[in-house]
């Protein structure tokens, strides 16, 4: 039996035991159906950490409002769909449509209600990157505005028995501020990272801004998000630092000819005074007149452009393609593939279990032991476990083994050549060669007697884990 197949054995259960309670029942359905959809990813962080501009970047359109509107105060999901499709879900009252208008190219939604009376706004939108996940756009969190922080912590980590509505959280961050840890370490054992910071990714959405903008504010943002992966605070609260400049990946997906057309003006004017002019957005706009260009590309992304176009790139599609490299989202969508997507069942059968944990939290009719029983004996919880322990060092290996350990458990990913540390190109030959021989070391760590016993026991995890990739090749 697969380890969804155990979920969905034990909800069905549940929902028998408590068939005389409508509202619990209701819960239980919701959980069962969330099994079949789409991976739902939290975007969270600060007011103007940029949260809905990278999530345009992530779909590949302006669905979001990038401006300080009301409808950034309120919880949105964005969901695939076969057409364009506002809903908006009142606290009190029956959802009701809403508009789908577009100006200037972005979606924009007025809510004709205050924010505090609205639950969420769903729009359905037909994308391909919104097959595979759900995105939840949250208010921004550490607000001067109690009430719209509390919306967001709400929807993370609800004060009653209602569970979680994420899957995994992406964390936006300008720097590492003691707000943003805080905040990290307030879901380390509740909310939607409960017990594990593998649920999580952390981001420097607006890296491009990194010393001014200046041109290598890529490289430097890179070089801080390295740092702060090996972090021993923060690697026990998230599962990867990614630098985007969100900004600009959002800007190269959604190109527009007349603003080629300006840049590439721009780029052929004289160097030297185009650099002066960069120097701040005001003396930007005051000599070249072109406003919109700045609150679409930010001063590094005008100087990023002009350049490559200097270089050599002749069409809108070239330019594009180079921002949207050049930004790190490619760096970002790897990593929740990686993390998120491959690990899709795993997390939606947590994220079941935790809710059916929380409903049956003072339940004595056997349904919390079968909710432990798969938790403890689940492989892949263990794995899960495990890698979060180590991330957080509280369980310790002898430092060479650390690395391969956490590529072991899927820390770079699930399948079995990456887990191995294989080449994409090696076969099942070679690839079950390297996981017998995987199977041999982790043997001998567990036997070593001058490991400890939480060592141990790690390292007997391990050998579970290279046994299972031998069957899987």
């Avoid at 991976?39 to 962080?45: D, E, F, K, P, S």
């Avoid at 957080?392 to 956490?406: C, D, H, Q, S, Y």
Wanted: aromatic content about 4%; glycine content about 8%; proline content about 4%.
């Amino acid at each position: 039996m697969t380890l969804t197949d155990a979920v969905r054995e034990v909800l069905g259960k549940a929902m028998s035991r408590y068939r005389d309670q409508p509202h619990t029942v209701e819960l239980l359905r919701r959980q069962l159906v969330r099994l079949d959809e789409p991976l739902r990813v939290a975007i969270a962080g600060k007011v103007k950490a940029g949260k809905s501009t990278l999530l345009n970047a992530l779909v590949g359109e302006a669905v979001a409002p990038t401006d300080a509107g009301e409808c950034t105060k309120v919880v949105t999901w964005y969901r695939d769909g076969s057409s364009p499709r506002v809903t908006m879900y009142p606290r009190q009252g029956p959802p009701r449509a809403l508009p789908v208008v577009r100006r200037d190219g972005a979606l924009d939604l007025a809510l004709g209600a205050r924010a505090e009376d609205v639950d969420r706004l769903v729009v359905d939108w037909p994308a391909t990157s919104l097959r595979t996940t759900t995105l939840i756009d949250t208010p921004g969190v550490a607000s001067v505005n109690k009430d719209v922080s509390a919306r967001a912590e709400r929807f993370l980590d609800p004060d009653d028995d209602t569970p979680t509505e994420a899957d995994a959280v992406v964390y936006l961050m300008r720097h590492l501020h003691s707000a943003d840890a805080d905040f990290l370490e307030s879901f380390r054992d509740r909310g939607v990272a409960r017990a594990t910071p593998v649920t999580t990714v952390a981001v420097l959405s607006r890296a491009d801004e990194i010393g001014g903008g200046r041109a290598d504010a890529m490289f430097s943002a890179r070089g801080i998000a390295t740092r702060y992966r090996s972090e021993p605070a923060l690697r026990g609260l998230c599962q990867n630092v990614v630098a985007v400049a969100g900004l600009l990946a959002h800007t190269g997906r959604t190109l527009r000819q007349a603003e080629f057309a300006a840049l590439a003006d721009l780029a052929a004017s004289p160097r030297e005074d185009l650099e002066k002019a960069l120097l701040s957005a005001d003396r930007f706009t005051r000599l070249h007149g072109r406003h919109e260009l700045v609150g679409r590309f930010g001063l590094f992304g005008i100087r990023l452009a002009t350049s490559l176009l200097r270089q050599g790139t002749r069409t809108p599609a070239e330019l594009a393609g180079e921002l949207v490299a050049r930004s790190g989202l490619g760096d970002l969508r790897k990593v929740l593939t990686t993390q998120f997507t491959e690990r899709r069942d795993l997390l939606k059968a947590r994220s079941a279990l935790v809710a059916l944990e929380r409903i049956t939290r003072a339940d004595d009719r056997g349904l919390a032991r079968d909710v432990e029983r798969i938790l403890a004996g689940a492989h892949e919880f263990t794995e899960l476990r495990l890698l979060s322990a180590l991330r957080a060092g509280t369980v310790v290996l002898p430092k060479p083994l650390i690395r391969e350990a956490e590529r072991l458990l899927g820390d770079d990913g699930g399948t079995p050549g990456v887990r191995l540390g294989l080449p994409a190109a090696a076969d099942a030959i070679a690839t079950r060669a390297a996981a017998l021989a995987a199977l041999r070391r982790w043997h001998e760590h567990a036997e070593n007697p001058a490991l400890g016993r939480r060592a141990s026991d790690a390292c007997r995890v391990l050998v579970r884990t290279c046994e299972g990739l031998v069957t899987r090749v």
